[in-house]
C-alpha cells in the first residue's frame, strides 16, 4: 500500500489509533484486539495486470522503505498535531512523538516533564497551537521546535529531544541510544 492510513477504533471507555502502511492490522483496545484487512486496489492496476518489468532489482527507494530508522513519510506527519512512534534498541524502547512545522521535523519523548507517566500524545496527537504543543493534563506549553516549556507547572524544564533528520521524503532516527523504529 503506498500511502498509510490511520484507523481509530472508540469504544465507551477508551479510543486507540494506529497508522497503517500494510493491508492488514490490528488495533488493540482495552482488553479486545481488533483485527482488520484493507484492500488495495491501487497498487498493480488491477484485473491480472502484469507487475511491471525490472521489479527483481532492489530500488533505492524499497532499500529506504526498509531502513528500520526510517520511520515515516514527510507528508504522513500531521502539521497541525503529532505523530506517535516507537524508537528501539533491541528489546528496550522509548515512545516519541513527530512534530512538524514547514519541512522541519523535531521528535521529542512522549512524556510530560510535569508528571512522566504522562503522554503528550495519548494516540490521536497532542494538542498544538501555531507555537506550543500544549500537554492536555493541566496545559503545560512546550516551544515547538524547541521544547521549551514557557508555561504551567514544569515551566522552565524542557521535553526531552529524540534526534531525527529528514532524508528526501523520509525522516529517519539518528539518535544513537536506538536502532530502529516504526510509527504507533
Ligand atoms: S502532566 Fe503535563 S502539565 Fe501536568
Redesign the pocket.
Known sequence: MDDAIRVTVETEDEEETVRLSDTEGTVEVGDATFRFSVDDERDGGGDGDAPAEGNDAPTEEADAVSDPRRLVAIDDIPTGGTLRFEATNGQRGAEGILERNGDEVYAWRNS????PH?R?DPGFGARVTDDHIV??????RFVRGDGFCTR???RGQSLELIEVERRDDGVYLTDERFDGGRVL
Do not use: I
Open positions: 510530560c516533564p510535569h508528571k504522562v503528550l500537554c492536555h493534563e493541566h496545559g503545560a504551567g507547572p514544569c
